[in-house]
């Protein structure tokens, strides 16, 4: 359900894997009731949250007081944060940003309109890794709900096995947190995740792009 990779007095980083719920639905527990018992330490908080189809990294604080200053930084925008993405259709554009309001729409899905009252911002690269899959580089500058799927949708390059969406069929919805920077405590911290679930993350083409561009080198567009 989860791995950890980082023990830090103040907090944990670990790898949510895809289809584990934050919350408790029916009989099966939420991802907060896994990680008290299989990390023995009841003393956690949560700082930040993945839909329960994505995968990837999560801060858990382990105090009140660190997860107040995470949340404060992530609240403040001061947490950068990367997600990779499949497509195996062709986007409207190769890279850019994508902006606008999201308002509710039918079953559960969002949708993103032309206002710009709140908008969701998104910026983006994308990569052809085979024909007919595309990777692409995510950068979310808010945190709005299903942000990044409807970001996808609205380049017309849903995200593979994202249903909701319109995505094609597949052993799951790869959308997966790659990566995060922020400061703490002075401390500049850097965390990497690559995707190890499903199987289209694991072909070579991706590692060898991932190896070749770190996502905080990359110049990130504007419009």
Not at 123 to 150: D, E, I, M, N, W
């Amino acid at each position: 359900m989860f791995d950890l990779l980082h023990t830090d007095p103040r907090f944990y980083v670990i790898a949510k894997h895809p289809g584990v719920s934050f919350h408790a639905d029916g009989e099966e527990a939420g991802l907060m009731s896994l990680l008290r018992a299989g990390l023995d330490d009841d003393a956690l908080w949560p700082v930040h949250r993945l839909d329960r189809v994505t995968s990837g990294l999560l801060l858990i604080a382990r105090s009140q007081q660190v997860a107040a200053n995470l949340g404060a930084a992530f609240a403040g925008r001061e947490v950068e944060k990367y997600y990779l993405a499949l497509s195996d259709a062709k986007p409207a554009k190769k890279q850019g940003l994508i902006r606008g309001d999201m308002e509710k729409g039918r079953g559960g899905a969002w949708k993103l309109c032309q206002s710009q009252h709140n908008p969701a911002v998104t910026q983006f690269f994308s990569h052809s890794l085979a024909p007919g899959r595309r990777l692409f580089v995510l950068r979310p500058r808010t945190g709005k709900t299903h942000q990044l799927r409807v970001a996808m949708k609205s380049l017309g390059a849903p995200i593979l096995g994202d249903a909701l969406y319109g995505g094609s069929a597949a052993d799951r919805t790869y959308l997966h947190a790659y990566a995060l920077a922020l400061t703490l405590d002075g401390e500049a911290l850097r965390f990497v995740c690559p995707p190890a679930q499903g199987d289209e993350f694991a072909v070579p083409a991706l590692a060898d792009y991932l190896q070749q561009q770190p996502p905080w080198t990359l110049p990130w567009p504007q419009r």
